[in-house]
């Protein structure tokens, strides 16, 4: 009997774990081969995720997109790392469930709770983001590199580890960015409020010398022309949307799973306020977009 990549998600949500043995690989890379123009699968703490979906679909035109905000849950940066790793799954299963051939973590602090266990528990794909500090240190003129990020991120083993492997020969100074998330959330990109929290958070960066700001959480980028205006015209901003989108494309055609043509297009689910999501997020994604209220499970 044919095993679609549907009954194999199924298979490991209820397993909890990678599907058992009766898959072998070649019935795998028979999966890989029919299900190519399944949909990807993308999920983030809200909106901020849309700033990476946006660089997936200039690499990905032909891709079908999934998109979950989990806006009733955000910020995540103040959560435990239990309760990010909970909703975590529940957007993976949740997305595994509509088809989902590769998962995208668009959440730093969810890749740092999250990303491995995913990992060990489902076969497909998932892709996961993490701080610039590599391309940011080698961008650094002065040495000194900021970074902008969530309590979450600063806090976590991940970017611990980040520091260990390039922050060595340069000095990192962090920042963490209480309340930008929120403004995101709200669709105030360019209110006086978000831009005096902005240069709150710049300022300290630059008086320790950064001519280097690294974007640590992907609802920054929808901020970065009050960035820029906050750290002037000297100092370079980095972020790992276009790089995860790369990355992604490449898992792909590694797996044989590259969208083989035709009726691309993007679905659109929220936790939170229906109404704020159906208003901010066309915004954001710059088009049109039809949002459904993601059903939240017990």
């Known amino acids: 009997m044919d095993i679609t990549l549907a009954d194999y998600n199924a298979c490991a949500i209820r397993q909890g774990r990678h599907c058992p043995p009766c898959i072998d690989s070649v019935t795998l890379r028979r999966m890989n081969a029919t299900t190519a123009n399944a949909?990807?699968?993308?999920?983030?703490?809200?909106?901020g995720g849309l700033s990476v979906l946006r660089h997936i679909r200039q690499q990905l035109p032909q891709e079908t997109l999934l998109y979950c905000a989990d806006s009733r849950h955000a910020p995540y940066?103040?959560?435990?790392?239990?309760?990010?790793?909970?909703r975590s799954l529940r957007l993976t299963e949740f997305l595994l469930g509509q088809g989902a051939k590769a998962i995208v973590v668009a959440c730093n602090t969810a890749t740092a709770a999250a990303a491995a266990e995913l990992r060990q528990r489902f076969s497909i794909p998932?892709?996961?983001?993490?701080?610039?500090?590599?391309?940011?240190?080698?961008?650094?003129?002065?040495?000194?590199?900021?970074?902008?990020?969530?309590?979450?991120?600063?806090?976590?083993?991940q970017f611990a580890a980040l520091l260990e492997n390039y922050g060595?020969?340069?000095?990192?100074?962090?920042?963490?960015?209480?309340?930008?998330?929120?403004?995101?959330?709200?669709?105030?990109?360019?209110?006086?409020?978000?831009r005096d929290l902005v240069r709150g958070y710049v300022e300290p960066l630059l008086a320790h010398g950064a001519d280097t700001l690294v974007l640590g959480c992907t609802h920054?980028?929808?901020?970065?022309?009050?960035?820029?205006?906050?750290?002037?015209?000297?100092?370079?901003?980095?972020?790992?949307?276009?790089?995860?989108?790369?990355h992604l494309r490449r898992r792909l055609e590694e797996a044989g799973l590259l969208a083989l043509a035709g009726?691309?297009?993007?679905?659109?689910?929220?936790?939170?306020?229906?109404?704020?999501?159906?208003?901010?997020?066309?915004?954001?994604?710059?088009?049109e977009v039809q949002v459904e209220q993601l059903p939240e499970t017990p």
């Not at 949909?39 to 909106?47: N, R």
């Not at 920054?220 to 790369?246: H, W």
Request: hydrophobic share 45%.
């Open 39 to 47: 949909p990807l699968g993308v999920f983030d703490s809200g909106v």
């Open 77 to 86: 940066g103040n959560k435990s790392p239990g309760q990010i790793l909970e």
């Open 126 to 157: 998932i892709i996961a983001m993490e701080p610039a500090v590599k391309p940011a240190v080698a961008a650094s003129r002065s040495a000194v590199v900021g970074v902008l990020a969530t309590v979450g991120t600063l806090k976590s083993a």
């Open 168 to 194: 060595k020969d340069v000095e990192v100074v962090t920042q963490a960015c209480h309340g930008l998330v929120e403004c995101v959330e709200r669709g105030a990109l360019e209110s006086q409020e978000t």
């Open 220 to 246: 920054y980028p929808f901020l970065r022309s009050l960035i820029e205006q906050a750290a002037g015209p000297g100092v370079t901003l980095v972020d790992t949307g276009a790089a995860v989108a790369r």
């Open 263 to 287: 009726s691309a297009g993007e679905h659109f689910w929220t936790t939170g306020d229906l109404g704020q999501a159906r208003e901010i997020m066309p915004r954001l994604w710059g088009a």
